[in-house]
C-alpha cells in the first residue's frame, strides 16, 4: 500500500493512493497514519480490504500533500553509507555505521518550503531512502528479525548545513537539525511492495540538473543491517525513522566553488518506486 496524509500543516488526514493512482480517504478507517496503525495488523489488514474492495471514498488530488507519518518518535540517520559517498568526500569506509540523530521537528511535507538557515553558506542536498520501524525491535539477534520489524519505506531529504556540521565544533547536529531540514514523503510504501531495498535506483537534480543518480546497491551497511545494529543500541519503535545514507554528487564532494544551494533553487528527489519530491528553497 501507498499511504500518505493530505491537508494543510498540522491538519492533515490519512490517505491512500490506489493500484490506479486515485487518492482515496482513509479518515473513516484510521486516525492517522501514525507508529499505532503501523503496529496494529489487523487495522492495516483491514485498509487492505477496504483498498482491494473498492469502498474508499475518493479525494480531491489537489491538497497539499504532508509528511507520510504522524507522530514520528526519532530520526536515526546513517552517515557515510554509500562507497562512491565516502569516495567523494575524501573518508574512508567506516568499520561500523556512522549514527547521528535528527529531530522529528525538522520533518515537513515532500513539496514543502525548506529554508535555508541566517548565516549559512553551505546548505547541502542528500537524497536518501527512509526506513519506518512498525514493530518495537531491541537486541535482534539476526537480519530476519531486523526485517520483520520494518513497516515500510519513503523518501527522506536529509538537508545539511556543512559548515554548521563540519566547522563549527562538537558533533554534526548542528548541521542537521535547522527547520525544515528533514522533507518527507510523499508516500509510506509498505514493506511488501518493496521486496529489494537493496535494489532501488535514487536520483536528485537542482535547478533541473542531475546531481544525484545511484543505487541502494552501493550501501556500504544494507537496510537489514543498519536496522540490527541500531537495535543493538537503542530500541526502535513503531513510528521511527531511519534515514540510510546518500549516494555520491552532494555539493560538499564537488570541487570549488562548490554549488551550495541558496533562496530560490529547486530541488528535486526520487527513489524508485517511492514517488518524488520538490522543494523550492527560500531565505529563513
Known amino acids: ?28 478507517l484510521v486516525a492517522d497514519v501514525d507508529g499505532h496503525l503501523l503496529a496494529d495488523g489487523d487495522a492495516l489488514a483491514r485498509v487492505a480490504e477496504a483498498e482491494a474492495g473498492g469502498s474508499l471514498p475518493e479525494l480531491d488530488a489537489g491538497p497539499r500533500v504532508g509528511p507520510p507519518l504522524a507522530r514520528i518518535g526519532k530520526i536515526v540517520c546513517i552517515g557515510l553509507n554509500y562507497h562512491d559517498h565516502a569516495a567523494e568526500t575524501g573518508a574512508q569506509p567506516p568499520s561500523e555505521p556512522v549514527v547521528f540523530m535528527k529531530a522529528p521537528d525538522t520533518v515537513v511535507g515532500p513539496e514543502d518550503t525548506v529554508l535555508v538557515p541566517r548565516g549559512s553558506r553551505k546548505t547541502d542536498w542528500e537524497v536518501e531512502l527512509a526506513v519506518v520501524i512498525g514493530r518495537e525491535l531491541r537486541y535482534a539477534a539476526s537480519h530476519e528479525e531486523a ?22 565544533g562538537g558533533q554534526w547536529d548542528k548541521g542537521k537539525n535547522c527547520e525544515t531540514f528533514n522533507p518527507l514523503g510523499p ?19 537542482v ?16 537496510v537489514a543491517e543498519v536496522v540490527r545494529y541500531l537495535s543493538q543500541f537503542m530500541t526502535l519503535y ?47
Not at 187 to 205: G, I, N, R, S, Y
Not at 214 to 222: K, L, N, R, V, W
Open 1 to 28: 500500500m501507498k499511504l500518505l496524509r493530505v491537508g494543510p500543516a498540522g491538519a492533515e488526514r490519512p490517505a491512500l493512493l490506489d493500484r490506479g493512482g486515485v487518492l482515496r480517504d482513509l479518515s473513516g
Open 147 to 168: 526485517m520483520a520489524a520494518v513497516a515500510g519505506y519513503a523518501i527522506a531529504h536529509d538537508v545539511s548545513e556543512r559548515e554548521f556540521q563540519i566547522e563549527r
Open 187 to 205: 508516500w509510506l510504501v509498505t514493506a511488501d511492495e518493496v521486496p529489494d531495498p537493496q535494489a532501488l535506483p535514487l536520483k536528485l537534480w
Open 207 to 222: 535547478n533541473g540538473e542531475l546531481k544525484q543518480d545511484g543505487s541502494t546497491a552501493d550501501q556500504i551497511f544494507p
Open 238 to 284: 513503531p513510528g521511527d525513522v531511519i534515514n540510510t545514507g546518500t549516494p555520491a554528487g552532494v555539493a560538499l564532494g564537488q570541487p570549488e566553488p562548490k554549488p551550495y544551494l541558496k533562496a530560490g533553487d529547486v530541488v528535486e528527489l526520487a527513489v524508485e518506486g517511492l514517488g518524488l519530491q520538490r522543494q523550492v528553497f527560500a531565505q529563513a
